[in-house]
């Protein structure tokens, strides 16, 4: 089995930035793509960003150019560096995690976090 615990969320003021942390445990060598997913009230979940462990990053044309996805193939872990945030980003964020990075641009990777609000708003 796999563990993800994400950390990093909060309040934040329109325009400012928050970064966003998934540590995965357990059988590490099931995963190859991780991601982010987000999720707003009264909407559905998707996609924020995704990458492979040695792959080209995916984004939503929403975040392109605000947010950054990496990894740190070492600790295990994937970030979200998120700037020039807007009341429209607020969500819950799930990490998500898979052997396919397809299978988490696509929201259905076996491994999920429990979640982190981010709230943008002044």
């Known amino acids: 089995q796999v563990q993800l615990v994400e950390s990093g969320g909060g309040l934040v003021q329109p325009g400012g930035s928050l970064r966003l942390s998934c540590a995965a445990s357990?059988?590490?060598?099931?995963?190859?793509?991780m991601g982010w997913h987000r999720q707003a009230p009264g909407k559905q979940r998707e996609l924020v960003a995704a990458?492979?462990?040695?792959?080209?990053?995916n984004y939503a044309a929403s975040v392109k150019g605000r947010f950054t996805i990496s990894r740190d193939n070492a600790k295990n872990t994937v970030y979200l560096q998120m700037n020039s945030l807007k009341p429209e980003d607020t969500a819950v964020y799930y990490c998500n995690a898979d052997r396919s990075v397809w299978a988490v641009v696509a929201g259905t990777g076996n491994y999920w976090g429990q979640g982190t609000q981010v709230t943008v708003s002044s």
């Open positions: 990458m492979s462990s040695g792959g080209t990053p």
């Open positions: 357990g059988n590490i060598s099931r995963i190859n793509g």
